[in-house]
């Protein structure tokens, strides 16, 4: 188990591309500046433990003043526009936006000047969707990227809707070191019956994918001994490098309602847990078995008042009835904490506040397959078999192959019948 350590700094640079990318890009960072004490216009609310890795920092009259490290791009201005009006407008700078009609050349520009600025780059952190107008632009960028910083660590927040561009998701898995798929439908449900929210909104959904990332990179802003810095996704959850995709789990999900109980209290470590293990709609992804057949998994613990022996035999045994992993892997199960207390969006919250959360990482067969059945589905509806078709096709078919593959020893090794679900 990984606990505290002291990390240097890391230095990351946050493209978001398109109207989902900038939407879900906004909450992140309105979460971000609450964690690290930073007001609206970026200046420190206190002097203590001044941001690193994701901000820049400047001098404005003798004052520190911090900005995210990241660049807005849209095809048009409209959420550009937005950002520069509401609460963070004078966090943000013009030189963070860029519209797609600008050359490719201009905006790997504008990304070499982000990355000059810093001493410890480590690589991008994408966030963007699989569908619409900038699906196009991401997959260029996919291809610029790995040629000028071969070294640096790609990892994407990916958005995915009903229907997926086959070109676009092999080039994703092609180009990408890490892939953290959020499919819409998947967080309405968890906002709808896990938050009991009635119709959910895209903002109700963005501040829910902004509460996954803020624990996903705690350990990166703060210090944290498990996934501390952007190579350690790679080693910790990517066995092979064709298996790439991690779905991301995240609790407790209480409704804000709930905690104005009289008698409201955080669940203990073991309770907050177990939904992970039994229940379905805990995911970002849709989950299509009651079963995981797993090739690595990394429970992510942050709250100040963790106790490392209360994560033990018990909840690792209850884990065991429902995970399977592969005795051929060696990433395998791997537990982090985090004494950085869960911050939440004021009075625009839709969870409860508890002193702990969990998130759980899970490079998992079934969600993989799931979304590249997806796009091949889709590619038998809207495409000619054209060259580059037929090459994201097959593609996406030996990977699928190579995940049934994966199920077939695990199931082997378990003595499992895949055709039923094990409890």
Not at 127 to 151: A, I, R, V
Not at 298 to 326: A, V, Y
Not at 339 to 361: C, G, W
Not at 409 to 416: A, D, G, K, R
Request: with cysteine; hydrophobic share 35%; aromatic share 8%.
């Amino acid at each position: 188990m990984s606990s505290e350590v002291e990390n240097p700094d890391r230095e990351v640079l946050h493209v978001h591309i398109g109207s989902g990318g900038i939407q879900v890009g906004d909450h992140c960072w309105q979460l971000y500046c609450l964690e690290h004490n930073l007001n609206s216009d970026g200046y420190l609310l206190n002097e203590q433990n001044p941001p690193q890795c994701f901000f820049s920092e400047s001098n404005d009259n003798n004052k520190k003043k911090f900005g995210p490290r990241a660049l807005f791009i849209d095809f048009d201005s409209t959420e550009m526009d937005r950002l520069k009006t509401n609460n963070l407008k004078d966090f943000y700078n013009d030189n963070q936006f860029l519209l797609s009609t600008d050359s490719s050349h201009l905006i790997l520009d504008r990304i070499r000047k982000q990355i000059e600025t810093c001493d410890h780059f480590q690589g991008f952190i994408l966030s963007h969707s699989t569908f619409g107008k900038c699906s196009n632009l991401t997959s260029q960028l996919l291809n610029n990227l790995p040629k000028e910083y071969s070294k640096m660590t790609i990892l994407t927040n990916s958005l995915f809707g009903t229907s997926i561009n086959i070109c676009d998701m092999s080039n994703l898995l092609k180009n990408a070191h890490v892939i953290i798929p959020m499919e819409n439908e998947a967080i309405f449900n968890l906002c709808k019956h896990r938050l009991n929210i009635q119709t959910p909104t895209y903002s109700n959904i963005n501040r829910l994918i902004a509460h996954c990332w803020s624990n996903l990179t705690c350990s990166m802003r703060f210090d944290g001994g498990l996934l501390a810095n952007l190579n350690e996704f790679q080693t910790s959850l990517i066995c092979s490098p064709t298996l790439k995709m991690v779905s991301s789990y995240l609790l407790p999900l209480i409704p804000i309602l709930s905690s104005k109980d009289k008698n409201f209290q955080s669940p203990s470590v073991y309770d907050m847990c177990i939904p992970l293990f039994c229940q379905s709609n805990t995911c970002f992804i849709h989950q299509v078995t009651p079963y995981k057949m797993v090739l690595a998994t990394c429970l992510l613990f942050r709250g100040e008042n963790l106790i490392p022996k209360e994560i033990g035999q018990k909840l690792i045994c209850q884990m065991k009835q429902w995970i399977r992993f592969s005795d051929k892997v060696p990433t395998g199960f791997r537990c982090g904490i985090n004494y950085h207390r869960p911050y939440l969006f004021n009075e625009q919250s839709d969870i409860a506040q508890t002193d702990k959360q969990v998130l759980m990482l899970t490079n998992e067969t079934s969600t993989s397959k799931h979304l590249c059945q997806m796009a091949l589905n889709q590619s038998t509806k809207d495409y000619q078999e054209q060259t580059e078709i037929i090459e994201a096709k097959n593609s996406l078919e030996q990977l699928i192959n190579n995940y049934e593959q994966i199920e077939k020893e695990i199931s082997h090794e378990n003595q499992l019948d895949l055709t039923i679900p094990f409890l």
